[in-house]
């Protein structure tokens, strides 16, 4: 069936180094992706999103990168801090049907 | 501060009993969701409320119900509870009932049964 999938459960990263933090999906239909971070004892936060006419987005130190040919969605976080320090979930959907990841566990090391 | 508020943060609860879940979206917003997030299953989709009806539904249980309230507020409703139903249940709410916004949750209920 269709899935949303990490390629890697955890990520350790030196402070102020950049982070890439990568998502595989295989529904060809999703027209929306979404980038949460969530802190621990604390629900989903919001990032960043993209559509599917799109393939890059920036934000505020961080940049969505969206390749639909090879159905892949990155997050890069620029110059990464100690308070980015949390699970990354993507997600992806059509209409209501938003499927979230795993999740990617980034850890910062000082 | 997402502006979503769930109560109670944490409950502990027996096997069988039935608990309630409170949620109250962010201000103007119309729709609601319910996540059940567990270790092996990660978030996973169970109900959207738009403007006090439901809109959609995903894997959620029929011992659980949720709804929708005038005031916007919304309920799940978890009976006959069994140890694998412990788990973070999350609320998310948005504008509109469609998916062109993303969602904004509260930082969950954590359901433990004993």
């Known amino acids: 069936g269709e899935s949303v999938g990490l390629h890697l459960p955890t990520l350790s990263v030196q402070e102020g180094d950049n982070s890439i933090i990568n998502c595989a999906y295989s529904?060809?239909?999703?027209?929306?992706f979404i980038w949460y971070k969530q802190e621990s004892g604390k629900g989903p936060q919001f990032i960043i999103d993209i559509r599917s006419n799109m393939d890059k987005r920036q934000g505020q130190r961080v940049t969505v990168l969206l390749n639909k040919t090879v159905k892949h969605l990155s997050l890069q976080i620029a110059a990464t801090q100690p308070g980015d320090s949390a699970v990354y979930f993507c997600?992806?959907?059509?209409?209501?049907?938003?499927?979230f990841g795993a999740g990617t566990r980034l850890t910062v090391k000082p | 501060d997402s502006g979503v508020t769930q109560t109670p943060k944490h409950l502990i609860t027996a096997t069988g009993q039935r608990v309630t879940l409170r949620c109250s979206p962010r201000?103007?917003?119309?729709?609601v969701y319910w996540y059940q997030q567990s270790l092996d299953q990660g978030l996973q989709f169970l109900i959207q409320?738009?403007?006090?009806?439901?809109?959609a539904k995903g894997n959620i249980l029929e011992r659980f119900s949720a709804q929708q309230f005038p005031d916007l507020h919304s309920e799940l409703n978890l009976s006959s509870l069994e140890l694998g139903d412990s788990a973070l249940y999350f609320c998310?709410?948005?504008?509109?009932?469609?998916?062109?916004?993303?969602?904004?949750f509260g930082n969950g209920t954590r359901l433990t049964v004993t």
């Open positions: 201000s103007g917003d119309l729709s």
């Open positions: 409320y738009y403007n006090g009806e439901e809109r």
């Open positions: 998310a709410s948005s504008p509109r009932d469609d998916r062109s916004s993303p969602l904004h």
């Open positions: 529904n060809s239909a999703s027209d929306y």
């Open positions: 997600a992806e959907g059509v209409a209501w049907d938003m499927r």
